[in-house]
């Protein structure tokens, strides 16, 4: 494409963009997007963490006034919650709910079984099979205890599935108990809490077949059981060089609410493979489409409560270098804020 008609396209992005930001702004009436979804009854969440608030209190103030569900990225893994066997430490869970709570924001509990992000007590641990079993109980009763009345939904299992959906991924759970893990951790966080939204969690699952099929079985078996799992969460974290086209979404999780579940997009985020390649309006247009797409999906599907981006701003987010998510390194507002905001206000 000749330089000429490139540079053409680039300024036709951006002031479609530009333009698409006044009309959504006007027919949002000023509100945020928190405002938006909220009048919805729907919830639009953000991953946050104490460790990332700023002395300026912009990453705050993003967070509780454009979202209202507050997933805690880090600070209520095993890692945090107990460092060594039987000695929790909620110091730093505690007041990132606290946070959440003086900002009425719906909290995620992330999460209580996974591979990653254990201590090393438990991920070296040499247990029989029962002695890893009352640890696995302890651990999730405990967590869940305090946090009873305050968080309303909890991750119980993350990533159980291997990565490309060829089984069970391996973990010392699964090595050292067996597949029967996975029903047991939800039926100690129900006995914990039983009025709190149970979720399995994982990625992939909105778009590759076998890890997809997989685990639409693994649940539905785990449901036929009687085990208490209320819903799902798929991760979504995306690449936007080529859109998933919205009907595709939508057929997953409609899928995945046939079985009776809550579905929830839990960590969405979209960036590009190659940055270096296309221009940055480009990259910003296809962005705003991949994040317009899952809200569409997910607006399109009744048992779709909750979308959550994984980070408040580029700057915080985990994958900084690939400028992910909504808002830029300065809490600004970028074209996928304003599709977001845009595709919730025209939803049903
Ligand atoms: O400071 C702690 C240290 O005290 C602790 O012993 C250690 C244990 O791993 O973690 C240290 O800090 C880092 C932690 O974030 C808190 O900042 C870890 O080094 C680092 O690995 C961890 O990264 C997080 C990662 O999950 C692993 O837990 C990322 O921030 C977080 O964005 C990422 O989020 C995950 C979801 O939980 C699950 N789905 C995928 C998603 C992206 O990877």
């Not at 951006?14 to 006044?22: D, K, P, V």
């Not at 009436?29 to 912009?58: E, Y």
């Not at 992000?117 to 641990?125: D, Q, T, Y």
Request: net charge positive; aromatic share 10%.
């Amino acid at each position: 494409m000749s330089r000429f008609l490139s540079t053409l396209l680039v300024l036709g992005l951006i002031l479609s963009f530009s333009a698409s930001q006044l009309c959504s702004n006007a027919l949002a009436k000023g509100r945020t997007l928190r405002q938006v979804a909220t009048s919805k009854h729907f919830l639009i969440g953000s991953a946050g963490s104490i460790w990332k608030f700023t002395p300026d209190g912009s990453y705050q103030n993003t967070l509780s006034t454009q979202f209202n569900m507050l997933t805690p990225e880090n600070e209520l893994k095993w890692f945090a919650t107990e460092p060594q066997q039987g000695k929790f430490d909620f110091y730093w869970g505690d007041k990132i709910v606290a946070f959440a709570q003086q900002n009425n924001m719906r909290i995620h509990g992330h999460t209580l079984v996974w591979f990653d992000s254990l201590p090393a007590w438990v991920k070296n641990g040499t247990f029989t099979r029962d002695e890893l079993i009352a640890v696995m109980k302890n651990h999730i009763q405990t967590v869940v205890s305090h946090y009873k009345g305050k968080i309303q939904e909890w991750d119980v299992v993350n990533e159980a599935i291997e990565h490309h959906g060829n089984g069970l991924r391996d973990n010392i759970f699964l090595r050292v108990i067996g597949p029967e893990y996975i029903a047991m951790a939800f039926q100690f966080a129900h006995e914990a809490d039983p009025d709190a939204v149970l979720f399995y969690n994982d990625f992939g699952t909105e778009n590759w077949p076998i890890k997809s099929d997989f685990q639409y079985n693994l649940l539905k078996g785990l449901l036929k059981q009687g085990v208490p799992v209320n819903a799902v969460g798929l991760q979504m974290h995306e690449y936007s060089d080529n859109p998933i086209p919205v009907d595709r979404y939508r057929k997953e999780l409609q899928r995945l609410g046939s079985l009776g579940l809550r579905v929830g997009v839990t960590e969405f985020d979209a960036s590009s493979k190659e940055p270096q390649k296309n221009p940055l309006a480009m990259r910003l247009g296809v962005q705003a489409q991949t994040y317009a797409n899952a809200v569409s999906a997910c607006r399109a599907v009744s048992a779709c409560k909750s979308f959550t981006i994984w980070g408040v701003n580029d700057k915080t987010t985990h994958q900084s270098d690939l400028a992910p998510v909504i808002f830029d390194a300065n809490n600004q507002p970028k074209p996928a804020y304003t599709s977001v905001l845009r595709t919730v206000l025209r939803s049903k």
